[in-house]
């Protein structure tokens, strides 16, 4: 079992995705941990992207990322990680897959509706930041013996 942090970024909320994007994790045989609606904090958005920042989308990155609304939560499953990003697509809607969220639904690099997880160490890292250990709920998924 791997977990994994995604979350709805702004505009996908504002485009009333949520439940789309939500849909397609349940249907993959994700089992969902965790989940929170909330507005992101300056220092919150700092830390989570903090290894891009200097990069010249950083600060419209920031700015973008606590406009409004997020739909933040965690997944967790055989390879979640990997999956979720295969799900998610290539960040620039232009080269994602069709059938991926971000070919479906984005068009702008900027604008690209979802962040999921790139790696073990940055799942746990962003896990931490937004959910504390008993706002992560285990319980038995009775689907995954299918899965
Ligand atoms: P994310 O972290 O949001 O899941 O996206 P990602 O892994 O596919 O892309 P990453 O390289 O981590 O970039 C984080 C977010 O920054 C914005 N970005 N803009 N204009 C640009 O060239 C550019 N590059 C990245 C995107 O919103 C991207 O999702
Ligand atoms: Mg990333």
Do not use: C
Request: cysteine-free.
């Amino acid at each position: 079992m791997e977990r994994t942090f995604l979350m709805v970024k702004p505009d996908g909320v504002q485009r009333g995705l949520i439940g789309e994007i939500v849909s397609r994790f349940e249907r993959k045989g994700l089992q969902l941990s965790a989940a929170k609606f909330m507005v992101l904090s300056e220092e919150l958005a700092e830390k989570h992207y903090e290894e891009h920042k200097g990069k010249v989308f950083y600060e419209p990155l920031l700015t973008f990322i606590t406009s409004g609304p997020v739909f933040a939560m965690v997944w967790q499953g055989d390879n979640a990680i990997a999956l979720s990003r295969a799900l998610i697509g290539k960040t620039d809607a232009i080269d994602a897959s069709p059938g991926t969220i971000r070919s479906d639904f984005a068009v702008h690099t900027n604008f690209n509706l979802i962040h999921g997880s790139d790696s073990a160490a940055n799942a746990e890292k962003e896990i931490s930041i937004y959910f504390s250990p008993s706002e992560l709920i285990d319980y038995e998924h009775t689907i995954q013996r299918w899965i």
